[in-house]
């Protein structure tokens, strides 16, 4: 096969790596179809069989050897993402009444937040409450 049809399969296979959600399969076979393009075009690689031999072994090997690591690399970079139940036992302030058994709006750390209370009374707008709860987007408050 001529050389610039394995580069162009490299860069398609490489194309769909980035084009699928995936596990980095695809890109080992393009790598290899990028490599074995190189050979064929420096003169050093000319029986067909033998570059299709070549190609196979070249990504199943790589494959193997270098998928893992490149996982636990990808994931290593990953940023740390706090918890939402993070917010438990933190203070909010109240931004409008919050009646007995219903829904009332708090600011916590710059952001509004639905809040409940299981007290019996009415908690007034600016009073301080501490986080006992985070249900979905809702927040459970007591008074402090």
Do not use: H, N, Y
Request: proline content about 4%; hydrophobic content about 55%; glycine content about 12%.
């Amino acid at each position: 096969m001529a050389w610039w049809v394995w580069v162009l399969a490299g860069l398609v296979l490489l194309g769909l790596e980035l084009a699928t959600p995936g596990g980095f399969f695809i890109a080992f076979f393009g790598v290899a179809a990028l490599v074995i393009g190189t050979l064929v075009g420096m003169g050093l690689l000319e029986p067909v069989w033998l570059q299709w031999l070549l190609f196979s072994v070249l990504s199943v090997v790589s494959l193997l050897l270098f998928r893992k690591p490149l996982l636990e690399w990808m994931k290593r970079r990953e940023p740390v993402r706090p918890a939402v139940d993070s917010l438990v036992g933190q203070e909010a302030i109240l931004t409008e009444d919050l009646p007995a058994g219903g829904v009332g709006k708090a600011e916590l750390r710059g952001t509004s937040w639905s809040v409940r209370s299981r007290e019996g009374s009415v908690l007034a707008r600016g009073k301080r409450c501490r986080v006992e709860q985070v249900e979905g987007l809702t927040l459970w408050v007591r008074a402090e």
